[in-house]
């Protein structure tokens, strides 16, 4: 033994010395097994020490040479997920994404759309009712440590796509996700912000509180009727609006800008018209004067601004029974407006509003697809716009900690034109799209050529893509999905379906990524 340690303070290896690293009993500690098997140089595969004890590798002087390392029983399953460098040194992969997004019943085929864009599919959810009305949701994936983005509109019924959100959101909770945004499209009860007589409830307060408690993290919601409903939650939002859809569509009808006028169909609806108006080059203002009698029920009074042979626009959120926008357009052509038409985010479309709205008064309906448009609901009139991209793109941003805001300030067209160009007669009516007045692209096709390819194929729909390259990547890697979950572009009794999952061909433009 004093030989022993005069070598080893010599700095000199002793030939004799027992290998008492390579062979160790093993040893329990309480359930778990741990065993000596091997040492430090043998698990990264190092070249032995010289004779002198220091290691002749050239991994620095942290490595330890003749170190016993410990191991779990079954490791070796484990170290499956690390792969050999050409050195020999294992190091682990890349972890896969973390992001993961489901969907409930509310409107199942725009979380597909927006799956598509994100270039993964949809998480396994089983969701049912019991025969008393209860609602069963039970996650079929692991989601610990995930990211977790629940889409869900609280469109009618409200009550129950409320509760069934409600319901998702403490499934994830207590299957360890790291975070929870409820993505909610439609925010249903957003109308009741306020307290307008006595002894009212603030609904809107209400449900964002039961969304809070439920578990969220964040909330990311779709063009809510008043701006206030955001400071409801004690939860970060982002808010985000589908106007920038609406506005590629208008631009591609080329309206000469004399000959449009943005029109709010209410008092409260100024500041909605009035951004939308700066964005289709700072075009004039109108106003409708409204006085509600009660809910649901609507009386025009007056009009303020110049409509006469003019191209009427009327902004608003939502859509309900149609009495409000019905009879605003009835003023508008009364006081001498050529063309009508009525835009809106949300198509809540609750009886009589078909016969309002088709009752010929508007030259077009433009809605958006956060809330499923029923097949007995569809008119001639109708065309309906995807905002899949948008909130994927928004979904990515708060995944990767990027900027909401700058998604809608980028003063370039925008990343994803929802411009399904079609050839007019050829596609049995089809709405012409496309980039409006987009610059060309890095490959030189700008929006006239787009146009054009359409019309070389026939009348076949042509997506036209600008994006950046993930995005872009995204929608090539899924062409043939999308084929496959492709729309008719005539729903029902003539009515149009203009949305980005109806692409039969993809053109892909691509400007810089940011």
């Known amino acids: 033994m004093a030989s022993a340690m005069a070598n080893c303070m010599s700095g000199t290896a002793s030939t004799s010395r027992p290998s008492c690293c390579s062979v160790m009993p093993t040893r329990h500690r309480g359930s778990t097994v741990i065993r000596a098997s091997s040492t430090f140089q043998e698990t990264l595969n190092l070249p032995s020490t010289n004779g002198t004890g220091a290691s002749t590798s050239n991994y620095g002087s942290g490595v330890i040479p003749d170190r016993p390392v410990l191991e779990l029983a079954g490791s070796e399953q484990s170290n499956r997920r690390y792969s050999n460098f050409p050195n020999g040194v294992k190091s682990p992969q890349q972890p896969k994404s973390r992001l993961r997004v489901f969907s409930g019943t509310a409107n199942p085929a725009l979380s597909t759309e927006v799956a598509h864009y994100l270039g993964m599919d949809l998480g396994k959810v089983k969701v049912k009712r019991f025969a008393d009305g209860e609602i069963y949701v039970q996650i079929g994936e692991s989601i610990r440590g995930c990211d977790v983005f629940l889409v869900q509109p609280t469109c009618p019924p409200v009550n129950d796509h409320l509760m069934e959100l409600l319901v998702m959101i403490d499934a994830c909770k207590r299957a360890s996700a790291r975070s929870i945004t409820a993505v909610i499209p439609y925010y249903g009860y957003a109308r009741a912000d306020r307290k307008t007589q006595g002894r009212e409830s603030i609904a809107a307060k209400l449900t964002a509180n039961l969304i809070t408690e439920a578990g969220?993290?964040?909330?990311?919601?779709?063009?809510?009727?008043?701006?206030?409903?955001?400071?409801?939650?004690?939860?970060?939002?982002?808010?985000?609006?589908?106007?920038?859809?609406?506005?590629?569509?208008?631009?591609?009808?080329?309206?000469?800008?004399?000959?449009?006028?943005?029109?709010?169909?209410?008092?409260?609806?100024?500041?909605?018209?009035?951004?939308?108006?700066?964005?289709?080059?700072?075009?004039?203002?109108?106003?409708?004067?409204?006085?509600?009698?009660?809910?649901?029920?609507?009386?025009?009074?007056?009009?303020?601004?110049?409509?006469?042979?003019?191209?009427?626009?009327?902004?608003?959120?939502?859509?309900?029974?149609?009495?409000?926008?019905?009879?605003?357009?009835?003023?508008?052509?009364?006081?001498?407006?050529?063309?009508?038409?009525?835009?809106?985010?949300?198509?809540?479309?609750?009886?009589?509003?078909?016969?309002?709205?088709?009752?010929?008064?508007?030259?077009?309906?433009?809605?958006?697809?956060?809330?499923?448009?029923?097949?007995?609901?569809?008119?001639?009139?109708?065309?309906?716009?995807?905002?899949?991209?948008?909130?994927?793109?928004?979904?990515?941003?708060?995944?990767?900690?990027?900027?909401?805001?700058?998604?809608?300030?980028?003063?370039?067209?925008?990343?994803?034109?929802?411009?399904?160009?079609?050839?007019?007669?050829?596609?049995?009516?089809?709405?012409?799209?496309?980039?409006?007045?987009?610059?060309?692209?890095?490959?030189?096709?700008?929006?006239?050529?787009?146009?054009?390819?359409?019309?070389?194929?026939?009348?076949?729909?042509?997506?036209?893509?600008?994006?950046?390259?993930?995005?872009?990547?995204?929608?090539?890697?899924?062409?043939?999905?999308?084929?496959?979950?492709?729309?008719?572009?005539?729903?029902?009794?003539?009515?149009?379906?203009?949305?980005?999952?109806?692409?039969?061909?993809?053109?892909?433009?691509?400007?810089?990524?940011?």
């Open 216 to 514: 969220a993290d964040r909330v990311l919601a779709m063009d809510l009727h008043s701006g206030q409903c955001v400071g409801y939650f004690d939860i970060p939002v982002d808010h985000v609006y589908g106007e920038s859809v609406v506005l590629d569509y208008l631009a591609s009808k080329r309206i000469a800008t004399g000959d449009l006028v943005v029109v709010s169909p209410d008092v409260g609806g100024v500041a909605r018209a009035r951004a939308f108006a700066k964005k289709l080059n700072d075009a004039p203002l109108a106003i409708v004067d409204k006085r509600r009698s009660a809910h649901n029920v609507s009386e025009v009074m007056n009009l303020i601004g110049d409509v006469k042979g003019k191209v009427a626009v009327l902004v608003d959120d939502m859509i309900d029974t149609a009495g409000t926008i019905t009879n605003a357009a009835k003023v508008l052509r009364a006081e001498g407006a050529r063309e009508v038409y009525a835009c809106t985010s949300h198509a809540v479309f609750s009886p009589p509003a078909i016969e309002r709205l088709s009752s010929g008064v508007f030259e077009e309906v433009i809605v958006t697809n956060t809330i499923p448009v029923a097949p007995q609901n569809v008119f001639p009139e109708l065309t309906i716009l995807s905002v899949a991209n948008l909130l994927g793109e928004t979904i990515w941003r708060v995944y990767n900690a990027a900027s909401v805001q700058a998604l809608r300030d980028e003063r370039r067209p925008r990343r994803a034109v929802h411009g399904a160009a079609a050839a007019g007669a050829a596609a049995g009516g089809s709405r012409h799209g496309g980039g409006g007045n987009a610059a060309p692209t890095q490959r030189g096709m700008g929006a006239e050529e787009v146009r054009q390819g359409a019309a070389a194929l026939g009348g076949a729909v042509l997506l036209m893509l600008v994006s950046s390259s993930r995005g872009g990547a995204c929608f090539l890697l899924h062409a043939a999905r999308q084929q496959q979950h492709a729309r008719a572009g005539a729903a029902g009794e003539g009515g149009k379906t203009y949305c980005a999952a109806q692409a039969v061909r993809i053109a892909w433009c691509c400007f810089p990524a940011d």
